[in-house]
């Protein structure tokens, strides 16, 4: 009985200790406040770039907030939410993630000092909410409604977006093509945001920045396949895009075929032939002029052979499409993703008016322009002298 009643009396003693409540929301705050640090002096257009190095070895010079959070190695909880907090600027606004992060440094500041002063923390909160929505009003009044069809008003903020990055310097060139890009997805009458998913970046390396370009529709980086003699360039192209392979099926893992007898051999190469020969004719039997196939990590996506009897039907063909393409493919063509040959139909073909390589800068890419959703979707592709 007296140990149950001395048990209770040393909860009861944790429970009345002040002292280990202040000490967890001390330590909250300096962790917190050590990642606004760390950011802070790379904020406004005298910002210093930091170098970063990520886990698999890179390097990264920036000076945007959201890049340098995501790439830290942030494991205190409370220090987590600034990084949270960043990536929701970032998505929500796209600019301001260093600012947010300081702002947010800086509160917990005062809020440090406030604690210090006895005021009861619920007290503090409360406070920060009231004061947010002052704030919220203040900032309301002061702003000014912009049209989306004012063009000189919208290239001065992506403007002043561009100041404090590397690349300000070529802000003349980037903040037209950010504008463009935008005001081509969306509808000026009605818009009330942009769905950013509908603007696909391409990186290349080779050339400068001044070769980076804005196209209306598709871009792929993967160039056509010319080893059948097939062709590299095709107008009013009717787009199929494939998820099957163009090779012949190969058995499972655990079986083997043994040959023992050339005519047998022949047979089997006769049989392979036959296959292929039946899968593009009715390829070519739905009108299909263009073919993107998807990358298979199973077998060979297309062989020799399929891609003869392509270029003897003239059908354009790339391959090794990446599956987080797709989405964008269909969107921009108007196609359909085909799993098996027998549902190859022509009422799952995209189209576009032309589909071509270029070249420049030393690198090949393939554009696609000309599509059904014309307007719906851009490419951008940024060149520079490295990843």
């Known amino acids: 009985m007296a140990l149950a009643a001395s048990q209770a009396n040393s909860g009861n003693n944790a429970f009345k200790d002040k002292e280990k409540p202040m000490a967890v929301r001390t330590a909250n705050?300096?962790?917190?406040?050590?990642v606004s640090d760390a950011v802070r002096t790379s904020l406004g257009p005298r910002g210093m770039?930091?170098?970063?190095?990520?886990?698999?070895?890179?390097?990264?010079?920036?000076?945007?907030?959201?890049?340098?959070?995501?790439?830290?190695?942030?494991?205190?909880?409370?220090?987590?939410?600034?990084?949270?907090?960043?990536?929701?600027?970032?998505?929500?606004?796209?600019?301001?993630?260093t600012s947010v992060v300081v702002i947010c440094g800086?509160?917990?500041?005062?809020?440090?000092?406030?604690?210090?002063?006895?005021i009861?923390?619920?007290v503090i909160a409360e406070s920060f909410q009231r004061a947010a929505k002052a704030s919220v009003q203040i900032l309301t009044n002061m702003s000014h409604p912009v049209s989306l069809n004012d063009t000189t008003t919208l290239l001065q903020a992506a403007t002043t977006s561009l100041s404090s990055k590397?690349?300000?310097?070529?802000?003349?060139?980037?903040?037209?093509?950010a504008v463009n890009a935008v005001t081509k997805t969306i509808d000026l009458k009605t818009a009330e945001n942009v769905d950013l998913k509908n603007i696909r970046v391409v990186k290349k390396v080779g050339g400068t920045i001044e070769d980076s370009e804005m196209v209306e529709g598709l871009v792929l980086t993967q160039g056509v396949l010319k080893s059948g003699g097939g062709p590299i360039r095709m107008e009013k192209a009717r787009i199929g895009l494939i998820q099957f392979q163009l090779s012949p099926p190969k058995p499972d893992m655990e079986n083997q075929i043994v040959v023992n007898d050339y005519r047998q051999m022949d047979k089997i190469l006769k049989e392979e032939?036959?296959?292929?020969?039946?899968m593009v004719k009715k390829i070519k039997k739905a009108k299909c002029n263009v073919l993107f196939i998807q990358k298979s990590i199973l077998r060979d996506a297309v062989n020799d052979l399929a891609l003869h009897f392509l270029a003897k039907l003239n059908i354009l063909a790339i391959k090794d499409i990446e599956r987080d393409e797709v989405e964008f493919i269909?969107?921009?063509?108007g196609c359909k993703p085909i799993a098996d040959i027998d549902s190859f139909t022509e009422d799952k073909l995209g189209y576009a008016e032309l589909i071509e390589e270029a070249q420049n800068s030393g690198s090949k890419i393939v554009k696609v322009?000309?599509?059904?959703?014309?307007?719906?979707t851009v490419s951008i592709i940024c060149r520079g002298a490295n990843s």
Do not use: F, W
Not at 60 to 86: E, Q
């Open 49 to 97: 770039d930091k170098m970063i190095q990520t886990g698999k070895g890179e390097t990264i010079i920036t000076n945007d907030g959201n890049t340098m959070l995501k790439s830290m190695a942030v494991m205190h909880p409370s220090a987590k939410m600034l990084v949270d907090l960043s990536s929701a600027q970032d998505v929500e606004a796209g600019d301001g993630t």
């Open 369 to 376: 322009t000309g599509t059904k959703s014309a307007g719906k």
């Open 106 to 118: 800086s509160l917990l500041g005062a809020a440090d000092k406030l604690l210090g002063k006895g």
């Open 166 to 177: 590397i690349v300000s310097q070529h802000s003349n060139l980037l903040a037209p093509m």
């Open 273 to 278: 032939r036959t296959y292929l020969l039946n």
């Open 29 to 34: 705050i300096v962790a917190a406040r050590a």
């Open 330 to 333: 269909c969107k921009s063509t």
């Open 120 to 122: 009861h923390p619920s």
